[in-house]
């Protein structure tokens, strides 16, 4: 069956809730790709999430991996175009529109409000991949001591990634 007109969709919709980042659609992309569509498993979800965090570029190219697993080459520049266009037409639309409104009363209204609604979109992200990524102390452990890590120190987010992945070839591997 093809799968191209439905991957067209989720990733339009999912690209218009993306508010705050790739974290804040987290939790329906889980939804629609691995619980509806079922094109992936949410470990491969996860593990999609985390490689994209250290590949260059935005995170969110993982989504082109997605589109390629359910729709082959076609799939994947399908999902490209369906996730960023979207948003990159919506992002210009209210950049002009925002510039007219520079006057407008209820503009510091809308821009302080936008930020805490962002960040409870992460927040769900965060629980929604926490739930799937950690299964037991050991996970959990690692993730702890990331985030103590990089609320202390600047240090890239990718570094963290590529120790997560030392650890467990070192830690979880069956012997």
């Known amino acids: 069956m093809n799968q ?14 993306t508010v705050g ?7 329906e992309m889980k939804v629609l790709t691995v619980e509806v ?20 570029g935005p995170n969110m190219m993982m989504i082109v991996s997605i589109g390629e ?16 266009g979207p948003t990159a037409l919506l992002a210009f639309i209210v950049t002009r ?11 510091a209204s809308i821009q302080q409000e936008l930020a ?3 960040i409870g979109l992460l927040l769900a992200g965060c629980f ?8 037991g102390v050991e996970t959990g452990a690692i993730a702890v001591g990331v985030l103590l890590i ?3 120190y600047k240090i890239n987010p990718a570094l963290l990634v590529l120790g997560g992945a030392v650890i467990g070839v070192l830690t979880f591997i069956p012997k």
């Not at 980042?21 to 939790?27: D, Q, Y």
């Not at 697993?69 to 999902?79: P, T």
């Open 4 to 17: 191209i007109p439905a991957l067209i969709r989720v990733f339009a919709y999912l690209s218009l809730l």
């Open 21 to 27: 980042g790739g974290m804040a659609v987290f939790p």
């Open 37 to 56: 569509h079922k094109w992936l498993t949410f470990p491969q979800l996860i593990h999609l999430y985390s490689v994209g965090q250290m590949a260059p």
């Open 69 to 84: 697993w359910a729709g082959g080459m076609l799939g994947a520049g399908a999902v490209l175009i369906a996730f960023f």
């Open 97 to 107: 529109a925002w510039k007219k409104l520079e006057k407008w009363p209820w503009r």
């Open 116 to 118: 805490p609604a962002s």
């Open 128 to 135: 929604t991949m926490a739930r799937g990524a950690i299964s």
């Open 150 to 152: 990089l609320l202390q």
